[in-house]
């Protein structure tokens, strides 16, 4: 860890396999902080042996984002009783408007400043490296096709109660990794 920002929690949105977690652990190397990754919450559940953990798994593996009450309760706990002024690095938080609604109302209301970062690909590019990952069931045909509709069905919106806000900055996905990176940085340095 070598670098500060003024920022509090750093938001990577954008479609499956544009790149959030390898950006969200680039900026956790660089800045330090705690990586809230909604993904991550969801595979460990749908793991469970239990009615919630089945039904997240059935969900999960269908390509559909996590139910609003689920991530906003995930999304809150993060915010408020975690990891108090502590960078938050969210991987894919806030896909739903009315989640975007109450992370932006949070960061409002405890004077938390934020900042969005939409890596924006193209959906040729996400059929592409999803078949080249083939991380797991959902990077199979049907699950990325329901993923790029929640996406353009919900996500788009959220990405619009940020953009009312002044809180994104669009980046260009298909740029290399380290070119994303240096966009991210020079966003995170400045004051």
């Known amino acids: ?65 996590a139910p609003n009450w689920l991530a906003s309760y995930w999304m809150m706990h993060a915010l408020l009783h975690r990891h108090g002024s502590d960078l938050l690095i969210f991987e894919a938080v806030a896909r739903k408007p009315d989640e975007a609604e109450i992370f932006h109302e949070i960061h409002d209301w405890t004077d938390r400043p934020y900042i969005v970062f939409h890596l924006d690909i193209p959906d040729t590019v996400v059929r592409e490296r999803s078949a080249v990952r083939n991380r797991d069931v959902v990077d199979q045909e049907k699950a990325v096709e329901k993923r790029l509709e929640e996406f353009s069905t919900y996500t788009i919106k959220s990405l619009d109660v940020f953009r009312r806000a002044g809180k994104v900055v669009d980046i260009d996905g298909t740029l290399s990794i380290d070119e994303v990176t240096a966009i991210i940085q020079t966003h995170l340095d400045s004051e």
């Open 1 to 65: 860890m070598e670098a500060k920002t003024h920022y509090e929690s750093v938001v990577l949105m954008g479609k499956v396999t544009c790149g959030k977690g390898t950006q969200s652990e680039r900026i956790l190397k660089r800045y330090g902080g705690t990586v809230f990754s909604i993904g991550n919450k969801v595979r460990e559940l749908a793991e469970l042996d239990t009615p919630l953990g089945r039904r997240m798994k059935q969900a999960y593996e269908s390509g559909l984002l």
